[in-house]
């Protein structure tokens, strides 16, 4: 079941690209970095180049799995793993979110948020991170 990313992940995300996950069937991994994504609801679409669609396209065929994290920053700052299903499109590689983890070293390591409901899951990060947006889009320097 699809569940909306919460406002923070979704700017961290924006903010910082995200780091693609596929596999083939045997569990062969393939990572590409894409330094730019868009999160509407429960779905992130990542612009990818002809290179990139060439590196995954097969391994999607073979298996519709994609795990994202944040890039940059964000792999620590946002400690998320976002897994669902892909499908490229136009380009656009569609990632339908149905789980969503916690990647924060510690006892929180691995904690699904996404069967807490969007509500809990909201008031779990709220909680813990008062960094809602990254510091450049805030108008920080690098």
């Given at each position: 079941?699809?569940?909306?990313?919460?406002?923070?992940?979704?700017?961290w995300l924006e903010a910082m690209g995200?780091?693609?996950?596929?596999?083939?069937?045997?569990?062969?991994?393939?990572?590409t970095v894409a330094y730019a994504c868009?999160?509407?609801?429960?779905?992130?679409?990542?612009?990818?180049?002809?290179?990139?669609?060439?590196?995954?396209?097969?391994?999607?065929?073979?298996?519709?799995?994609?795990?994202?994290?944040?890039?940059?920053?964000?792999?620590?700052?946002?400690?998320?793993?976002?897994?669902?299903?892909?499908?490229?499109?136009?380009?656009?590689?569609?990632?339908?979110?149905?789980?969503?983890?916690?990647?924060?070293?510690?006892?929180?390591?691995?904690?699904?948020?996404?069967?807490?409901?969007?509500?809990?899951?909201?008031?779990?990060?709220?909680?813990?991170?008062?960094?809602?947006?990254?510091?450049?889009?805030?108008?920080?320097?690098?």
């Open positions: 079941m699809a569940i909306d990313l919460t406002p923070r992940m979704k700017n995200v780091h693609v996950a596929t596999a083939t069937k045997e569990g062969f991994p393939t990572v868009q999160v509407e609801g429960s779905t992130i679409r990542v612009p990818l180049t002809p290179l990139q669609i060439e590196q995954i396209s097969k391994n999607l065929a073979e298996n519709p799995q994609v795990a994202v994290a944040p890039g940059q920053l964000g792999a620590v700052r946002a400690p998320y793993q976002f897994k669902g299903l892909g499908k490229i499109s136009s380009q656009i590689l569609e990632i339908q979110v149905n789980e969503v983890y916690c990647t924060k070293p510690g006892a929180e390591a691995g904690i699904r948020l996404d069967t807490m409901g969007y509500e809990a899951m909201k008031n779990f990060e709220e909680s813990r991170w008062k960094d809602i947006t990254p510091p450049q889009s805030q108008g920080s320097p690098r």
